[in-house]
Antibody
Framework: EVQLLESGGGLVQPGGSLRLSCAASGFTFSSYAMTWVRQAPGKGLECVSAISGSGGSTDYADSVKGRFTISRDNSKNTLYLQMNSLRVEDTAVYYC?????????????WGQGTLVTVSS | QSALTQPASVSGSPGQSITISCTGTSSDVGGYKYVSWYQQHPGKAPKLMIYEVSNRPSGVSNRFSGSKSGNTASLTISGLQAEDEADYYCTSYTSTTTHVFGGGTKLTVL
C-alpha cells in the first residue's frame, strides 16, 4: 500500500523558515515525480512545487519562486520542501502527493497534510 | 497563472445526475489531455477521481465520468448518493507552470 506521511509543519513568524518532509513507502520512490500542494484555510488547492523522480528537474509556482526549494533523497524515500522568507499568506495545509506514471496526468495518492501557520 | 473556473456550488437529489464544469484556456485544458478531478471531504486529503480527462483509477465508482470539449472539461456524477457530498477540484497540466487547479465546487446532495 502506498503511504505518504508529511511532517515538519508548525507555527513560524513572518520571515522565518521551515522544512517539511514527506516520508514515502509502498512504491519505488525514485521512479515517480512528486509534488507539494497547499490549501489555505477555507480556500482551494494550489500546486506549489514539483520534482522529477531523479530530482534533476523542478518547478515552482510564481508565488513561492525564490523562497521555496523542493528536493528529495531517494535513498531515504523522502521528499522535502524548504520554505524561507515565509509570509502570512503561506499559511496553509501542505500536502505531498505522488504523481501518476506520467507526471502530467495527475496525483495519487496524497498524504494527510501538515499545517503551516505563519503569524506573529 | 490564473486558476481554472469552476462553479462555486452545485446540488442534486439522490439518484439524479449532476455535471461540474471546469473552464480554462488553450494553454491548459484546451491544449492537453491532462485534466484530472479530485474529491475532498471536509478535513480530508483530496482523492483522485478522474485522470487524463476521462479515465477512472481503480476503485473509483463508474458513476463518475469525465469529458472535455475545447477549453472546458466536465465531471459528471450519476446516481447521486449522500456520500458524494464533497468539494470537487479540477486540475490541468499547463504550458507555463506545473499544474493549475480550479477554485473548487461544493456539491450538496439534497
Amino acid at each position: 500500500e502506498v503511504q505518504l506521511l508529511e511532517s515538519g509543519g508548525g507555527l513560524v513568524q513572518p520571515g522565518g523558515s521551515l522544512r517539511l518532509s514527506c516520508a514515502a513507502s509502498g512504491f519505488t520512490f525514485s521512479s515517480y515525480a512528486m509534488t507539494w500542494v497547499r490549501q489555505a484555510p477555507g480556500k482551494g488547492l494550489e500546486c506549489v512545487s514539483a520534482i522529477s523522480g531523479s530530482g534533476g528537474s523542478t518547478d515552482y509556482a510564481d508565488s513561492v519562486k525564490g523562497r521555496f526549494t523542493i528536493s528529495r533523497d531517494n535513498s531515504k524515500n523522502t521528499l522535502y520542501l524548504q520554505m524561507n522568507s515565509l509570509r502570512v499568506e503561506d499559511t496553509a495545509v501542505y500536502y505531498c502527493a505522488k504523481a501518476l506514471s506520467n507526471y502530467r496526468s495527475g496525483f495519487d495518492p496524497w498524504g494527510q497534510g501538515t499545517l503551516v501557520t505563519v503569524s506573529s | 497563472q490564473s486558476a481554472l473556473t469552476q462553479p462555486a456550488s452545485v446540488s442534486g437529489s439522490p439518484g439524479q445526475s449532476i455535471t461540474i464544469s471546469c473552464t480554462g484556456t488553450s494553454s491548459d485544458v484546451g491544449g492537453y489531455k491532462y485534466v484530472s478531478w479530485y474529491q475532498q471531504h471536509p478535513g480530508k486529503a483530496p482523492k483522485l477521481m478522474i485522470y487524463e480527462v476521462s479515465n477512472r483509477p481503480s476503485g473509483v465508482s463508474n458513476r463518475f465520468s469525465g469529458s472535455k470539449s475545447g477549453n472546458t472539461a466536465s465531471l459528471t456524477i450519476s446516481g447521486l448518493q449522500a456520500e458524494d457530498e464533497a468539494d470537487y477540484y479540477c486540475t490541468s497540466y499547463t504550458s507555463t507552470t506545473t499544474h493549475v487547479f480550479g477554485g473548487g465546487t461544493k456539491l450538496t446532495v439534497l
